[in-house]
């Protein structure tokens, strides 16, 4: 267990601090330049609660003048080939594996999370996620349709579809996975021809701005990728009603989620939406606990359980319970709580002290409706916005923690009989549907249950599988349309239908 003193053992290296001491823009077109807005955002390192960097917001003039250079650069970059496309995309895919360590230290720094988790997210998953999708720039095709229209045969007609990118995309991207979360709008917009603006988490802006300086060192054209600053109830929200916006894609709280939709409403843009979650890991008697066990701890106290895909509603058979219970606590209890620079820590800080709180109400409610304690961890004595892991049995379906998303690392189990419809009712009694996963080494069950489980993905003897080819998205108030895999671009072009009437063919 780390104390307060390790925290400056474990300080930011030269680079980072000469980084940390630029001053820090925005990038319209392609230059940066300090934003115009009033607001100075500070951004706090988690684990030392320092102010590391300040950040000035951009204004409403800076949003216009970026959204001003998207569109003047989509209508380039909507007529460059994919392959041309493809190219530029697969140097930026190069130049993230080259600086991995020093983005996932400036992650770290504004964002708490374990430096050998962000290092390994940006190598293992960003670059693959881009060079992924600059192979989907070069197969964006149509179709050709066997149609009959206007009282005509369909061998007097030739009827084609072509897909087209939707225009400028204005993206919104929370700050638990900052470079992730970036990258997963920036690359199946790139391919498909869109051109972005993309607005940073206002208390992790700085991995954004490394992100830029790739993009243009890699060849991209001025104005495809453009980046501003600032508060998400401010700059945000003017960036999701500005008329020069065609698409909006936002990762981010249900609540939130709900205002967009209200506020585009007025000119209908398209919206893609990736919400909260409430994810059930489901363990049947016949499952191989030496897996379960762990998997379950760390399907909820990864990245300190702020993570959508969090499975914070365990569901476990009443014949196992116990085991169970003692397994996670053991599995908890080793999971070192530190500052995210110590490459040993496998839990970080909470990214701020208002997240800090948020989490704390739920483990006090938990408490008050009467969940019993199953485990209650240590955190590092003095500053960090710390909560340890935290376990709670006996949880009931009515309780908050049973049905909130709690975005901290507390678990809460429920216990299942053999009722299996009983357990489904349980499961699907929320209002998300994100992520699930069920253990057993019943097939059959397993396939039943995956079936029945109302979300976007369920894994089976696995939690949370994701890969830049497999689609993700949520059901319910879990967002709206899918990422990753090829339906992931879907929600970047349009389809347009071409009838050409050829006259009667001679016979």
Known sequence: MADASDAAIFGPSKAALAFLGEAHGQLIGETFVEGRGETLIEVEDPASEQVIAKVRASSAEDLDQAVAAARKAFKGWSRTSGADRARIMLRFADLLERDAD??????????????????????GFCADYVRYYAGLATKLEGSTIPARANGREALDLLVYT????????????????????????????????????????????????????????????????????????????ALVSHPGVDKITFTGSTAVGKEIVRAVSHDLKRVTLELGGKSPFVIFPDADLADAIPSAAMACFFLSGQNCMAGTRLFVHEKVLEPVLEGLAQTAAWLKVGPGLDPTTMIGPLVSARQKGRVLEHVQAAAAEGARLAYAGGVPDGVGHYVAPTIYADVTPDMRLAREEVFGPVLGV???????????????????????????????????????????????????ALSPETPFGGNRQSGWGREFGREGIDSYLKTKAVSVNLGVIPG
């Open 102 to 123: 020093r983005l996932a230290e400036i992650e770290t720094l504004e964002n708490g999370m374990p430096i050998a988790l962000s290092g390994a997210t940006i190598k």
């Open 162 to 237: 072509v897909r087209e990118p939707v225009g400028v995309v204005g993206a919104i991207v929370p700050w638990n996975v900052p470079v992730s979360m970036i990258i997963l709008k920036l690359a199946p917009a790139l391919a498909s021809g869109c051109t972005l603006v993309l607005k940073s988490a206002e208390v992790t802006p700085l991995t954004s701005i490394l992100v830029a300086r790739l993009w243009l060192e890699a060849g991209g054209p001025p104005g495809v990728f453009n980046l501003i600053h600032g508060l998400g109830h401010e700059i945000g929200a």
């Open 414 to 464: 429920q216990s299942f009989g053999d009722d299996d419809e009983a357990l489904l009712s349980a499961i699907n009694a929320t209002t998300y549907g994100l992520s699930g996963s069920v253990w057993t080494k019943d097939l059959s069950r397993a396939h039943r249950m995956a079936r029945a489980i109302d979300s976007g993905q369920v894994g089976v003897n696995i939690h949370a």
